[in-house]
């Protein structure tokens, strides 16, 4: 059964994208059936370009990336979540609308690398290593058990990722 995985960040156009992007990307690579979704509580309506080019260089299809509100994810016709990961703190101080499945939620927080300052080489810089920061839990996430995890069993294990 599929893991379904949802990454908020407020304006959904950085890190929560650059999350979808790496989890869907890592999990075909390595043959695990999940599948990552990103949403915003308040989308900015495009994805930041240094996002999309972070995400291109790795090798990772950046086709159907786009920003999008968390509302799509909290209806009816929703996909059902396991797990919903926060990367931003201000999406991890907002009330998130009910999802549907009662995920595991956890707080993964990031800089914003859209708040960089200087030349594009900074940015671009900025973008990849947070690419790189995102990269890591999310193989990380990928190596637990989690067709034979419980939810009780998921929460800390997600939890002592955030830590790592």
């Known amino acids: 059964m599929t893991t379904n995985v949802l990454i908020l960040c407020t304006h959904n156009s950085a890190r929560s994208v650059l999350g979808e992007g790496?989890?869907?990307?890592?999990a075909r690579r390595t043959g695990r059936d999940v599948r990552a979704y990103s949403a915003g509580s308040a989308p900015s309506g495009r994805v930041n370009p240094f996002a999309i080019e972070a995400l291109a260089n790795a090798g990772v299809e950046v086709g159907d990336l786009r920003s999008k509100s968390w509302d799509e994810f909290a209806g009816d016709n929703a996909p059902p979540m396991r797990i919903v990961i926060t990367v931003c703190d201000s999406a991890?101080?907002?009330t998130c609308p009910y999802w549907p499945g009662?995920?595991?939620k956890?707080?993964?927080g990031y800089p914003d690398p859209s708040r960089t300052e200087g030349s594009d080489d900074n940015k671009r810089q900025a973008f990849e290593l947070t690419r790189q920061a995102i990269a890591y839990r999310m193989l990380q996430l990928?190596?637990?058990p989690?067709?034979?995890m419980s939810n009780a069993e998921l929460e800390p294990a997600l939890q002592r990722l955030a830590r790592s």
């Open 22 to 26: 790496m989890l869907n990307h890592l």
């Open 106 to 108: 956890v707080h993964w």
């Open 92 to 94: 991890a101080q907002e």
């Open 102 to 104: 009662s995920p595991v």
């Open 146 to 148: 989690l067709d034979d």
């Open 142 to 144: 990928l190596l637990l």
